[in-house]
C-alpha cells in the first residue's frame, strides 16, 4: 500500500493494523522534537492511534491519544482538540506527517505538566524534573528530601540493630519509589545535596 510505504520510508518504525474493513490502524511513539531533533532526555511520550478508511486522504482520518505519560489530562484533551481541527481543515490533503509533526511539536519543551507526587506542585523547566523508569514525576529537590529523610531513618535503624547486637547483619539502604513503593530508587549524593543547598537558601 502506498500509504504505508511512504510511512514507513519517512517515520521509520511503526505498527500498521489493517483490518477487515479495508481500514488502516497506524499506531505511533511521540516524543519530543521538532523536525528531525529528538530530546536525549525524554520525560514526555505517548502513542497515538491514526485510522484511515480506503477513500483516505478524501477523508479524514480518526485519532486516539493513548498511553501518555507526563501530560495532565487537560493537555490530552487540549492536543486532541487541536489535532482533530488539524486533520478538519486539511481533509482531501495528506496529513499523517503533520499529525505526527504537530504532536511533537505540542511536546517540544520536555517539561511534563502533571504535578510533583511529593509536593504536588508543578515543574517550571526540564532540569528541575526527576523521572522514574515508570514515569513517576518528582522535583528534583524534592526527591532528594526523601532520599535524605530515608538516609537518616536507615542510619537510624542500624543505630538500634546495632545496640541490640552488635554482630548482626546490616540492612543496606531501600529506596522504593514515594509513589508505588516498587521501583527501588538509585541513591544521589547531588540530589541529597541540591535538595540540602534548597533548605539553606
Given at each position: ?6 510511512v514507513?520510508?519517512?517515520l ?18 511521540i ?9 536525549s ?8 492511534q491514526i ?6 486522504p478524501a477523508t ?21 482538540i487541536l489535532?482533530?481541527?488539524?486533520v478538519?481543515e486539511?481533509?482531501?490533503?495528506p496529513?499523517l ?13 520536555n ?5 510533583c507526587?511529593i509536593?504536588l506542585?508543578?515543574f517550571?523547566?526540564?532540569?528541575d524534573?526527576?523521572c522514574?523508569?515508570e ?9 532528594g ?6 538516609e ?10 546495632r ?6 547483619k546490616l ?24 535538595a540540602?543547598?534548597?533548605?539553606h537558601l
Amino acid at each position: 500500500m502506498k500509504l504505508l510505504f511512504s510511512v514507513r520510508h519517512i517515520l521509520g518504525n511503526f505498527r500498521p493494523v489493517p483490518s477487515d474493513l479495508g481500514t488502516t490502524t497506524l499506531s505511533f511513539l511521540i516524543s519530543p522534537g521538532v523536525g528531525f531533533t529528538v530530546s536525549s532526555n525524554k520525560l514526555i511520550d505517548f502513542k497515538i492511534q491514526i485510522t484511515c478508511n480506503p477513500e483516505y486522504p478524501a477523508t479524514s482520518p480518526n485519532l486516539t491519544i493513548y498511553e501518555v505519560h507526563g501530560l495532565a489530562d487537560r493537555d490530552v484533551r487540549r492536543l486532541t482538540i487541536l489535532l482533530n481541527e488539524l486533520v478538519a481543515e486539511r481533509k482531501g490533503d495528506p496529513v499523517l506527517f503533520d499529525i505526527i509533526d504537530f504532536s511533537r511539536e505540542f511536546i517540544a519543551k520536555n517539561v511534563p505538566t502533571v504535578n510533583c507526587a511529593i509536593c504536588l506542585c508543578g515543574f517550571a523547566q526540564e532540569s528541575d524534573v526527576y523521572c522514574t523508569p515508570e514515569f513517576h514525576y518528582f522535583h528534583n529537590t524534592c526527591i532528594g528530601q526523601y532520599m535524605h529523610h530515608r538516609e537518616k531513618e536507615h542510619q537510624q535503624e542500624l543505630a538500634e540493630l546495632r545496640e541490640k547486637d552488635p554482630y548482626c547483619k546490616l540492612v543496606p539502604l531501600r529506596l522504593p519509589c514515594p509513589v508505588c513503593r516498587v521501583e527501588e530508587l538509585p541513591y544521589s549524593e547531588s540530589l541529597v545535596q541540591l535538595a540540602h543547598q534548597k533548605q539553606h537558601l
